[in-house]
């Protein structure tokens, strides 16, 4: 499925959202059996300023659309191939096969890849992160939530590291929709994540302290309440929670109580949530520090 950038404006207009100037890259949304969450990650990089093509697998298995064409690769949430196989291990199988050499040369281009939980799941087993020293092997692992069941509910996230993907934001506060999504290493592993400062996001309590680990701020008992990765140079970025899911201010769980108070405070009511600075920050990676401008980053 391809939005225009004509429709991107005539869509935000509609419904009252801010009309981002549309940056000429383009952004592939991987579909495919099981995947279902490539509508709200279309919606939510159209109101950030980026259009985007929802793409299945088999299109570019077949070569129908080539992935050379983008400069964003999104790998969405789901449940790829019911995960009968493993999480997201039967979708990165079909990646490896059929298109490891155009991800190769995707992955050496001055290009970004976003994995949202399923697509963390996929990122992880393909090796994409944290891929030390470009070697893409498994060293992390997305095992089942230490409840021994299905999480859907909020969760707080704060940044922990200063990268392209956290600039702005004090924190993300979003939907868990996964049955294994507890991050698992080796001490090694986790020791090199903390020394190149790999670690992205953690979950953590409503005021930003640390969630040690309990339940329900932690929710599915990951090492050091670590939610999402980036690879090694943080072109890569997997996550565990759906920012995408809670892009509007009305999506937010407690939004009806927000309201309220600021109401009662005489403060203007949001259109869209602290959520949609992740996806700014994509998109302005491209506006403002691609090709030779990201030395900083």
Known sequence: MTVSRRTIKRMAIAKGTAVQEIIPEKALIMSGFGINSEMETQEVLARAGMASDIIHINDLIAGRNRLSDYRLLVFPGGF????DTGAGNAY???VRNNLWEDLGEFLDGDNLVLGICNGFQILANLGLV????????????????????LECRFVTLRPAADNLWTRGIEKLWCPVAHGEGNFSCSKETLLRLKRQKMIAFTYCKDDLNPADGVYPFNPNGSVEDIAGITSADGKVLGLMPHPERAMEFVNLYDWPLRKEQMKREGLALPTESMNMQLF?????Y????????HDDL
């Open 130 to 149: 944290p891929a030390f020293d470009k070697q893409y092997k498994r060293d992390i692992a997305l095992m089942p939530n230490r409840g021994g069941r």
């Open 92 to 94: 990165a199988n079909r």
């Open 286 to 293: 491209f506006r403002y520090f691609g090709d030779s401008r």
């Open 280 to 284: 700014r920050n994509v998109v302005d």
């Open 80 to 83: 790829s191939y019911g995960d």
